[in-house]
């Protein structure tokens, strides 16, 4: 029989390039909804014919513990979150109710319907925030820096406590930033990507961006996707840093960005104090070393691949649309 996965989070980024996967692997993939007068599919468009869709909130435990009596999964990849982390300052309340008691409902889910179903939580480098060791790893302090990075925190603890105290197959990923063309508009590469294709065909002139000086270690969603995938064929549940072990600037990221379309970034790039975060997370890099020997698993995609990825793709959107208009 195919293997069953359910998938939280399944319309955003992360969602969409796991179901690919999975449904390459033979899987049978269930993605999880929230009933809402607008849900986007966009992402998962391509799939829609090949997924069932089933309809729960990580707000309700009890949607939660149904879906999974009806789908029986063999695997759960919980990816939903409330990812933003600007909007966790201004709605904490919200993120914690998400991204950090969600993770409970689900797991508390899972222990009750079936306990030998494998769980992956998705945390989050944000929770290293304030670092004290580089790179980052495993073992490192965390010392988060916002409601999100806090939020993720606790679920990934809470993901240990159940598999230490109820024997589950319960693994966290902390996957470093990752990013693709089907990252949202509100994300830091995503603004810079899609601001140089609007300047480039001529649709804006500027680009407003915060603090130039950030350093972070990205990635490609497409790659670090079959690092979740790993985790959960592992006979043990552990926890694993996913990274590339490299690190760049937002202002790298522009250079790459605006080169691409041959444009000077200088020329455009505009530094807002009001994109500066209240307490801003100055540097992260993992240590990738654990994936690597465990998994198997490296990074793919290169740093500026992964850029002229992303510009290229919103440039034949934004001339696709312009063409339209025509």
Known sequence: MKKRALITGITGQDGSYLA?????????VFGMVRRSSTVTFERIAHLQDRISTVFADLL????????????KPDEVYNLAAQSFVPTSFSQPVLTGEVTALGVTRILDAVRLVNPEI????????????????VPQSEATPFYPRSPYGVAKLYGHWLTINYRESYDLH????????HESPR???????????????????????????????AQRDWGFAGDYVKA???????????DYVVSTGETHTVREFCEIAFDRVGLNWEDHVVVDEAFFRPAEVDLLIG??????????????????????????????FLQGRLSGLA
């Not at 690919?20 to 049978?28: A, F, I, N, S, V």
């Open 228 to 238: 979740m995938y790993l985790m959960l064929q592992q006979d043990s549940p552990d």
């Open 118 to 133: 494998r769980f992956y939580q998705a945390s989050s480098s944000e929770m290293f925030g304030k670092v004290v060791e």
């Open 183 to 213: 990252r949202g508009l509100e994300f830091v590469t995503r603004k810079i990507t899609h601001g140089v294709a609007r300047i480039k065909l001529g649709m804006d002139t500027e680009l407003r961006l915060g603090n130039l000086e």
């Open 287 to 316: 240590d990738p070393k654990k994936a690597t020997e465990k998994l198997g698993w490296t990074a793919e995609t290169s740093f500026p691949a992964l850029v002229n990825m992303m510009v290229d793709a919103d440039m034949d």
């Open 60 to 71: 309700d435990q009890a949607s939660l513990i149904e879906i999974l009596r009806q789908t």
């Open 170 to 177: 319960a693994t966290s990923g902390i996957l470093f930033n």
């Open 20 to 28: 690919e996967l999975l449904l390459d692997e033979g899987y049978e």
